[in-house]
């Protein structure tokens, strides 16, 4: 029996949603009138959102639709797992190495900094945001 990686949409939604800290509230009153948060935690129950919903919802995350739909945690785990794995077997002491662990740790940093930067645009933008509502009280 071959298992499928099936990514699942609606959890998606949630750990980008958790990744920046934004509250199943902030995101219903971000996606405007008649969303609650039972219907965003109903969302992120679904395997598959609606295309329109899944845009309003990566634009308000700030990632692209594409993000949601294609990001599957179980292959990104395989592929560190796999790493660490073919790194500590693959050590030779007779043979060269093709590739440097140390390379793969600057490249994997280089991709975390830029996602660290996205999440640090969001975090601003939550804070003026916050401002925003409160001015307005």
């Not at 140390?102 to 645009?121: C, G, P, T």
């Amino acid at each position: 029996m071959e298992k499928t990686n099936q990514v699942h949409e609606g959890r998606n939604i949630k750990r980008f949603r958790e990744m920046l800290g934004i509250k199943q509230e902030t995101l219903a009153y971000e996606l405007g009138e008649g969303w609650t948060q039972k219907k965003v935690s109903q969302l992120e129950s679904k395997e598959r959102v609606e295309e329109d919903i899944l845009e309003q919802v990566a634009k308000i995350l700030k990632v692209s639709p594409e993000s949601i739909q294609r990001f599957n945690e179980e292959s990104a785990i395989n592929i560190i797992s796999s790493t660490f794995h073919d790194n500590a077997s693959g050590v030779n002491y007779k043979c060269e190495m093709t590739f440097s662990p140390l390379d793969k740790l600057i490249d994997a940093y280089e991709e975390n900094k830029k996602l660290y930067e996205r999440l640090l645009e969001a975090e601003k933008s939550k804070v003026e945001y916050l401002e925003r509502l409160i001015e307005n009280r």
